[in-house]
């Protein structure tokens, strides 16, 4: 008999053990995820500065306009090396900044049809405003999918999570401009 229990002491303890390391390994998948939706998402906020800087290095866009977008640009150039909390606060000001510039279709219209060249240069900008709307919902995912985890009793007992923080998801404004959905 107690050859029998050891024997179903230690089959259950291996299941245990599985299903620890199942846990674990999931964990782990979301916060790769999670880093990496990250990176596409701050790459995807570079892309749409570098769009406004070749919009601006056309010269098509009145001074006013320019120069706020241009402030714009240097606040979040600057505030890239500060905290993460600090750069996005930057970046939805330029979105801000942008959804001011880019307000009406019928300016956007106008403004391509006295310089035609900076229609690609509108649609490459419009383009990498979408996908920072989708960039931040997929990280956002990706959060939520990690504090469930983080959430579940197993995890916290077993702290199967280490020492990583909870994660938190990212409020960024990401509006697309409305002069843009023309595009």
């Known amino acids: 008999m107690t050859t029998t ?17 199942a846990i674990a390994g999931r964990l782990d998948r ?23 800087a070749k919009l601006l290095t056309t010269k098509a866009l009145d001074p006013v306009s320019a120069n706020i977008l241009m402030n714009e640009i240097t606040a979040v150039s600057s505030a890239a090396e500060l905290s993460l909390l600090q750069y996005m606060a930057a970046e939805s000001e330029l979105t801000r900044a942008l959804c001011v510039v880019f307000e009406d279709a019928e300016d956007v219209r106008e403004l391509i049809s006295l310089s035609p060249d900076t229609e690609p240069v509108l649609r490459d900008l419009a383009h990498a405003c979408r996908r920072v709307e989708l960039a931040r919902r997929f990280h ?21 999570a280490g020492h990583t923080e909870l994660p938190s998801a990212i409020d960024v404004d ?8 023309i595009l």
């Open 174 to 181: 990401d509006t697309v401009p409305a002069g843009l959905e």
């Open 5 to 21: 229990r050891l024997l179903i002491s230690f089959i259950g303890l291996a299941l245990m053990l599985w299903k620890l390391s």
């Open 30 to 52: 979301v916060h790769i995820r999670r880093d990496q939706a990250l990176t596409s998402l701050r790459l995807q906020l570079a892309w749409r500065t570098s769009s406004v």
């Open 140 to 160: 956002n995912d990706a959060v939520g999918a990690a504090q469930l985890l983080h959430k579940r009793k197993i995890v916290r007992y077993f702290r199967l």
